[in-house]
């Protein structure tokens, strides 16, 4: 995929005739598969997006068992965000501020980055600090290890507190990066007649994403692995790219 139309125009050859100007595509048929190519990689970055924003209830909603523990002892249970870490309510106020504020922050550069250097830079260097993010909260100790081990640690370290904000900076700071690109590219290389379509794609996919994500929370047992799976979900978009 590369920042320039993936659709060639059509140049005049003569006797009312019109023939397409070779490009990097050639004929017809491998035109066809590179707008596909393109659809389907702005559609899976949209569809991570809405794990993003379905991020917070699985992790944060936490169960019954969690609310209180055998005989008023504080709640132990190694799966939940808030009994891992034990997270203050002032703690867990500012950590979730702090991602829509770099994604306001930081959504200037973004459009500016969009127009200055491309979709594919912007896709590939904001798709670097996304996955980062996500790599800081599976890495984030705890009273559990990443996939439930025991870790002995009762108190939030500082280490943790690092990388729990670090990582939901990150996140939201990849996505005010990339947050243009789907829709804006797909617009561009679409023709007219799949142009409306293509562009609802993306919002009809930020829906799934959301939806998959609550469906995740709930098959999985450890926010660790929850966040992990978010990271590896947006590996095959700069792949593709």
Known sequence: MVD??????EQPSGAGSTQRSAGCCGGRR????????AALTMTWASFSFGMLFGSLSPVLGAPDACIAGADGAPPTCPGCFNCDLSLSTA??????LVGPLGTVALGPVGGAG??????????LVGGLVYVAGW???ALTPGASGLWGRQRGADDLRA???????AGRMLTWSGFAFMAGVPGIYLAEVSPPRLRGA?????????MIGTLAEFGLGAVLLQWRQLYL???????????LA
């Open 4 to 9: 320039s139309p993936l659709l060639p125009s």
């Open 91 to 96: 703690t867990q106020s500012w950590w979730i």
């Open 135 to 137: 790599a800081c909260f």
């Open 229 to 239: 799976a978010n990271g590896l979900a947006f590996l095959p978009v700069p792949l």
């Open 198 to 206: 293509a562009g609802a794609s993306c919002a009809i996919a930020i």
């Open 30 to 37: 491998e035109l066809s598969a590179r707008f596909w190519l």
């Open 114 to 123: 969009l127009d200055r250097w491309g979709h594919r830079t912007m896709l």
């Open 159 to 165: 280490d943790a507190l690092l990388l729990i904000f």
